[in-house]
């Protein structure tokens, strides 16, 4: 399962897009790429996930690079109940979460 | 429909104690896996059963254990617990596991605590 790299944390102005980066340049051509988020004591919470083309759902976006190195989730319209960490992983037969992005939205 | 159940949802056990959870997929639902969560280690992979046989397994010693009932609900075991158990028990399921590119739903965990 491909090791996936997020900034550790980062800021958003409520009702502003939020683009969430993930590297995963080591990513195979079998691994999907999956978006969770997690709010604090909760289980993950589904965003999306994908493996070549792009993305939507009627929570977030997620866009995946032609050479599949890496992903940009946006959350288009911000809130601050989106306020959680965000874990990108690109895994086939297991989900390997790494240590995520922490995402404030602020008003 | 219903979301993933895990019970129970907080526990509290002696040190060399053993544990039990459990945990009823999403219907329709074959494969379940198990993470455990801890501020130190994060989120990690235990186990994944499909249709009652153990698929994949991650790094943890022979004290996690785990089964699959032909209704695809699962439990885990811990046994001989030590300190550093304390952890959040999460459970996932999806139709028929990441390999196939399912969307994986997470249930609310299980928190142990060991004292």
């Known amino acids: 399962d491909a090791k996936t790299t997020q900034p550790t944390s980062m800021d958003c102005a409520e009702g502003r897009a939020a683009n969430l980066p993930c590297n995963h340049s080591t990513i195979s051509g079998n691994e999907y790429v999956y978006w969770y988020r997690q709010i604090h004591s909760q289980g993950p919470q589904y965003i999306i996930h994908g493996l070549k083309n792009n993305e939507t759902n009627e929570m977030a976006s997620l866009i995946i690079t032609e050479d599949r190195k890496s992903s940009t989730l946006i959350l288009p319209h911000a809130t601050l109940r989106d306020t959680a960490v965000y874990y990108c992983i690109a895994g086939r037969n297991k989900l390997v979460f790494g240590a995520g992005t922490i995402l404030r939205v602020k008003s | 429909k219903a979301g993933v159940t895990q019970t129970p949802r907080y526990l509290i056990k002696t040190r060399g104690q053993q544990v039990t959870l459990s945990c009823s997929p999403i219907?329709?639902?074959?494969?379940v896996s198990w993470y455990q969560q801890t501020p130190g280690q994060g989120l990690q992979f235990l186990f994944e059963?499909?249709?009652?046989?153990?698929?994949n397994k991650g790094n943890f010693p022979g004290r996690f254990s785990g089964r699959q009932f032909s209704n695809s609900r699962s439990e885990m075991n811990v046994s001989t617990l030590e300190l550093g158990d304390s952890a959040l028990y999460l459970c996932a399921s999806s139709l028929e596991g990441s390999r196939s590119g399912n969307t994986i739903y997470f249930g609310e965990g299980s928190w142990l605590t060991v004292v």
């Open positions: 059963y499909f249709s009652e046989t153990q698929r």
């Open positions: 219907s329709g639902h074959r494969s």
